[in-house]
Antibody
């Protein structure tokens, strides 16, 4: 059974870079979409972006200029980097795996999230 | 960007009652690419429904989803105390993928 766990600093100073890692246990990241989502009281759940196992990425336009998601298949990890953070980036950050279905001899991959990490709280403050 | 609205904001029901939650999109959701998640306090969201009407692995058959286009519904047939949570819809057919603001289900 696949499990995801986020890790990284809980406190980041304004204008600095937020870096988080998601470790995948019990499975490979050489398939599926791997996403980051955040949740703050003011904005609810917000999709940040995904990386496909092949290396293609897609980001929310509201964050695109500041976000990078990368995969490390050798470590079964994927990472989030968010630059120039402000107080508005304070949130609980979740990593998640995209869903998949086996149909007629192959897997199809989807953008709904079927496995989530427990989340990590990041506060932006000096 | 496709906006999602959910109603009601809060649903107060008694155990055994039927809960009907609504999710409306600002434009048609392609291929019924709509999911429902349950989130309990202090926990991550959990996938309940994908493709508008398909139950995720291990989800009770008390949960069912329906709808297409811009109007979707999550139904909990017989409410149990463990169902107290916030329920979110998400469209994943058009990037950026978006979530609704949630419906809180609590006990009357």
């Amino acid at each position: 059974q696949v499990q995801l766990q986020e890790s990284g600093p809980g406190l980041v100073k304004p204008s600095e870079t937020l870096s988080l890692t998601c470790t995948v246990y019990g499975g490979s990241i050489s398939s599926s979409y791997w996403s980051w989502i955040r949740q703050s009281p003011g904005k609810g759940l917000e999709w940040i972006g995904y990386m496909y196992y092949s290396g293609s990425a897609n980001y929310n336009p509201s964050l695109k200029s500041r976000v990078t998601i990368s995969l490390d298949t050798s470590k079964t990890q994927f990472s989030l980097t968010l630059t120039s953070v402000t107080a508005a980036d304070t949130a609980v950050y979740y990593c998640a795996r995209g869903g998949s279905r086996w149909y007629e001899g192959r897997f199809y991959y989807f953008f709904y999230m079927d496995v989530w990490g427990k989340g990590t709280t990041v506060t932006v403050s000096s | 960007e496709i906006g999602l609205t959910q109603s009601p904001g809060t649903l107060s029901l008694s155990p055994g009652e039927r809960a009907t939650l609504s999710c409306r999109a600002s434009q048609s959701v392609s291929s019924s690419d709509l999911a429902w998640y349950q989130q309990k306090p202090g926990q991550a969201p959990r996938l309940l429904i994908y493709g508008a009407s398909n139950r995720a692995t291990g989800i009770s058959d008390r949960f069912s989803g329906s709808g297409s286009g811009t109007d979707f519904t999550l139904t909990i047939s017989r409410l149990e105390p463990e169902d107290l949570a916030v329920y979110y819809c998400q469209q994943y057919g058009t990037s950026p993928f978006t979530f609704g603001p949630g419906t809180k289900v609590d006990l009357k």
